[in-house]
């Protein structure tokens, strides 16, 4: 029995240390899968605009981060929020108003950008609903956002001639169910302006950095080799101790 130990021992340090390493290495496979992502984020959004009319566009899977442009009126009327959204660390709202596409029956749904929470109440968004012309506006599409997990929030469904002022997501599909037209199945995150002063302040919450991963995997590694070198110094050190036993 006591011949087992040290070979218990070295199995215990072995799969303890290869553990680690996989982890580690299971990182760096998580940064090369983000910065592959990132790269096909950017060179979707260096692409030239999609002209938006109302008509079939295919795949919206395939066309999310790529830049579009479309031309139409809005409809405040129709105008909701989306809930717990930050600007430079302050708490607000971003606005998403149909715009009814110029010479189409259906409408596109624009997330115009941020405003404080003080000013959600549908009667002081009215100070931003002063484009009453057709306007053109370009952004980045961006596909119908359902509920993410079970743990998220959830919007109720709107009832039958009752609509949602406030929304967690832009679920498409159920903010349909209270507009009076055709929504298209996207929308579109409207591009900075030139006052980065004016609300609402539209621009685009996409990250492409590389993450923790890499500072994951050097700690995995680090753990390893801390794991390792310990239990070899422990080892020693009981060596040495039963050596000096009579």
């Known amino acids: ?17 290869s553990v ?31 002209a938006i009319t109302g008509g079939a566009l295919g795949d919206v899977s ?6 579009g442009v479309v031309t139409g009126v809005y409809d405040f ?9 930050s600007f430079n660390e302050a708490a607000g ?7 009814k596409i110029a010479g189409s029956d259906q409408a596109i ?6 405003i404080p929470y003080t000013a959600a109440d549908p009667q002081m968004r009215t100070a931003y609903a002063t ?11 961006r596909p119908s956002q359902p509920r993410p997990s079970p743990l998220a929030p959830r919007d109720p469904t709107p009832a039958p001639g009752s609509r949602l002022d406030a929304w967690f997501w832009v679920d498409i599909s159920q903010i349909q169910q209270q507009v009076p037209y055709p929504l298209m199945p996207l929308f579109i995150e409207q591009a900075p302006g030139p006052d980065p002063h004016a609300l609402p ?28 070198v310990g239990s070899i110094a422990l080892a020693r050190q009981r060596r040495a101790g039963q050596s000096r036993q009579p």
Do not use: C
């Open 77 to 85: 009327s129709q105008e909701v929020v989306i809930r717990n959204r």
């Open 1 to 17: 029995m006591l011949k087992l130990r040290p070979l218990l021992f070295s199995a215990f340090v072995l799969i303890g240390a």
């Open 201 to 228: 302040a539209a621009g685009y919450d996409i990250e492409l950095a590389d993450g923790p991963h890499l500072s994951y995997a050097i700690q995995w590694f680090s753990f390893a080799a801390i794991f390792v």
């Open 93 to 99: 709202v971003h606005l998403l108003t149909p715009l």
């Open 109 to 114: 749904l624009i997330d115009r950008g941020w």
């Open 20 to 50: 680690m390493i996989a982890l580690g290495i299971w990182q760096l496979n998580r940064l090369k899968e983000r910065r592959a992502h990132n790269a096909q984020i950017a060179a979707r959004m260096s692409r030239p605009p999609i």
């Open 131 to 141: 484009l009453t012309d057709a306007v053109t506006v370009t952004g980045l599409i």
């Open 62 to 67: 395939s066309l999310e981060y790529r830049p």
